[in-house]
């Protein structure tokens, strides 16, 4: 299911096999009325949500309404016809690390979310583990780092940054760029994901990280570098509120399922501008 916000990417589904999926462009908020549409499926791996900051800041309310109220009615259909369900979350539930520091977060941190969305996102995660606790439904969550690779919308700080690096383009960063990002590839995510709804414990949180720790003013150099753009090109903007220091994933608990990422920072990067620069005009249609 699919509402097709401004943020999916239809573009994308050309990649589906065909014959083997079938898309429902609706809101989660109405999966109780595709009850016999439905009826086979014996998983829910719920990824859909509101998930750009800045938005979240700006109005929180469709937040709410997609990642509490929507998680909540997935999980009531799950529980209706007992299917296991897979909760897709982020380091963001966590909040803040100290800049400095070499601690990581763990699947055993209390949560602290700082911005709507991922206070949001924690709410949708207590949702599922209160299912877990009082129906005893087979529920795991995820918790994973900051995502990049093709496809994304081009709003968020990769994609972004290649488009404006691509024109030559001022490319605003947040404060003093310090803030540091644990990357990890999307398909590497999704890998993970396939291992925790095989071998995952239900009950049990996992979190997903690469063990990429990068200051975001790093990352825009690294993009600068692989264009051969000049680095005058960055301007320093006022912070997010609130914006977190620092995210770092001990992924420990996924590693233990035998997983572990294959893709390289650089080479995941590299690839990530060469999709951008080839279909620019897609992208750039995107952000309006
Ligand atoms: N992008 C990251 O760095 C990252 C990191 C960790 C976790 N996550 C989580 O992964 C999931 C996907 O993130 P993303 O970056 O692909 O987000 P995205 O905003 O790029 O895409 C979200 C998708 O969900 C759909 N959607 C939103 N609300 C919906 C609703 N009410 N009903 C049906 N569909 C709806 C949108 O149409 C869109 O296709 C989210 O749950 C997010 O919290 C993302």
Known sequence: MDKGTYASNPWYERHFPEGRYRKIADDINNV?????????????????????????????????????????????????????????????VFGSLDPEGDDLFTADRCY????????????????????????????????????????????????????????????????????????????????????????????????????????NIDTVKMILSVMHRDENLIEYVSDRPGHDRRYAMDPSTTESLGWKPRIKFEDGLRETVDHYVKNMKIYEGMLG
């Open 32 to 92: 109780q009325n595709y009850e016999s549409e439905l009826q086979d499926i014996d998983q829910i791996v719920h990824f859909a949500a509101e998930s750009h900051v800045d938005n979240s800041i700006r109005d929180s309310y469709s937040f709410l309404i997609s990642n509490v109220v929507g998680t909540q009615r997935l999980l009531e259909f799950a529980r209706r016809h007992d299917i296991r369900f897979h909760q897709i979350s982020t380091d963001e």
């Open 112 to 215: 602290d979310p700082r911005n709507p969305y991922s206070a949001t996102k924690a709410s949708a995660d207590f949702l599922a583990k209160s299912y877990a606790n009082t129906y005893g439904m087979r529920i795991t969550i995820s918790n994973c780092s900051n995502n990049y690779g093709n496809h994304q919308h081009p709003e968020k700080l990769i994609p972004k940054t290649i488009i404006n690096a691509f024109h030559s383009r001022k490319i605003p960063v947040y404060g003093n760029g310090g803030q540091i990002r644990d990357w990890i590839h999307v398909r590497d995510h999704n890998d993970a994901v396939d291992y925790i709804i095989d071998r995952g414990k239900p009950g049990s949180v996992y979190l997903i990280g690469a063990r990429n720790q990068k200051r």
